[in-house]
């Protein structure tokens, strides 16, 4: 689960970053269907964050507290290529495959941090 601050801001983020499309289940369809899938993004929201002038956000795990705690692994055939369109998208990074030793991941940000 990943709390944000606007939901249509996050939502429209990770349907365009990644190709996820939302869904809205009952409870029922909730419990009935909770791990017959093989992996769910959830983003909770807790309600006035989105206009709250004084909401300083959530712990993204980039920075204290919980720092390096926070991240979602999306597996792609070509990380250069999916880099390019993340630029294209405008979507900011943290770690590029050409940052540090390991070439082969990246690490994106979310419009949270």
């Known amino acids: 689960m990943i709390r944000v601050k606007d939901p249509k801001i996050s939502l429209a983020f990770y349907q365009d970053m990644s ?5 809205e289940l009952t409870k029922e369809e909730k419990e ?15 309600h006035g964050t989105e206009s709250d002038p ?20 999306i597996t792609v055939d070509d990380v250069d290529k999916a880099c390019e369109r993340f630029e294209k998208l405008g979507v900011t990074f943290k770690k590029r495959p050409s940052d540090g030793k390991m070439r082969h991941i990246a690490f994106i940000l979310d419009p949270d941090g």
């Open 32 to 46: 009935k269907s909770r791990f017959a899938r093989e992996g769910v993004l959830e983003l909770t929201h807790n």
């Open 54 to 73: 004084e909401f300083k956000g959530y712990a993204s795990g980039n920075t204290e507290p919980g720092k390096g705690f926070g991240h979602i692994a």
């Open 19 to 23: 190709n996820i499309h939302g869904v």
